[in-house]
């Protein structure tokens, strides 16, 4: 930084979430336990109510603290299906202002799902295989109420990334797919289309239980990224059907 550039002013709350971060970082405030009441901590660094209140406010955004009214704030772990979900609210209106967004979106998932295929069906045991032919069941019984068929697409999806073990695979995919779900929903009710879906799915799991990685990466790829040609002549329209 250059001596002659001008110095930042900074809000008090900033200056007590920083210092209420270190403590944290430093273990001074481990996880579970709570922070000094709000009464305390501005007595502790000479602030008002509303500097120790929006430092608060902003932890618990962050996913760093728990607070409950009529509790003093606690101090969590983050999950990973927190840390994504904070970035939920920034990521849709990212797609809504900037259109383009979606199919660099669209891309990512198709590049993570199709390496968490490949893993699954190196991985998969007769239980995985077995909830993900559970999965296709409660996604096949959507059909006569379709306003669960969205809901169940994205489970099904997920059970494939929890195969791996890594619970940030499957709070990514949860979030692609939940990110552009405004997007996908009214194609899902097209005829046709859920049936195609519930075909590819009951394709990719038996690319999966027949431990065949390749199949399970062509059947997830092509599953992804159907043609626009047909995507146009099952829906009636131009976009992308529930995937």
């Known amino acids: 930084m250059s001596s002659t550039e001008p110095i930042q002013r900074r809000k008090l709350y900033q200056e007590v979430l ?20 709000e009464r305390e901590l501005m007595e502790f660094y000479a602030v008002g109510r509303p500097a120790v209140r929006e430092a608060l406010q902003a932890l618990e955004r962050s996913g760093i603290v728990e607070i409950t009214h009529g509790e003093r704030a606690r101090v969590v772990v983050p999950s990973a299906e927190r840390l994504i979900e904070q970035l939920a609210g920034g990521a849709r209106h990212l797609l809504r202002t900037q259109p383009n967004t979606l199919e660099h979106l669209k891309d990512a998932r198709v590049f993570l799902e199709v390496g968490l295929a490949r893993m699954a069906a190196e991985r998969a045991s007769a239980a995985d295989v077995e909830r993900l032919r559970s999965r296709l069941a409660e996604h096949r019984a959507s059909l006569v109420d379709l306003n669960q068929f969205l809901e169940r697409d994205m489970a099904f999806h997920r059970e494939i990334a929890s195969i791996g073990g890594n619970p940030v695979f499957p709070a990514i995919v949860e979030a692609l797919f939940s990110w552009a779900s ?62």
């Open 18 to 37: 920083d210092r209420l971060m270190e403590r944290i970082r430093l273990g001074e405030i481990p996880p579970g336990a709570q922070l000094p009441s």
């Open 182 to 243: 405004e997007y996908y929903q009214p194609l899902v009710r097209a005829p046709g289309v859920e049936d195609l879906t519930l075909r590819e799915h009951e394709r990719i799991i038996e690319a999966i239980a027949g431990g065949d990685p390749q199949a399970a990466e062509r059947a997830v790829r092509e599953h992804l990224t159907r043609a626009n040609a047909l995507y146009r002549q099952v829906s009636g329209g131009g976009g992308d059907a529930a995937a």
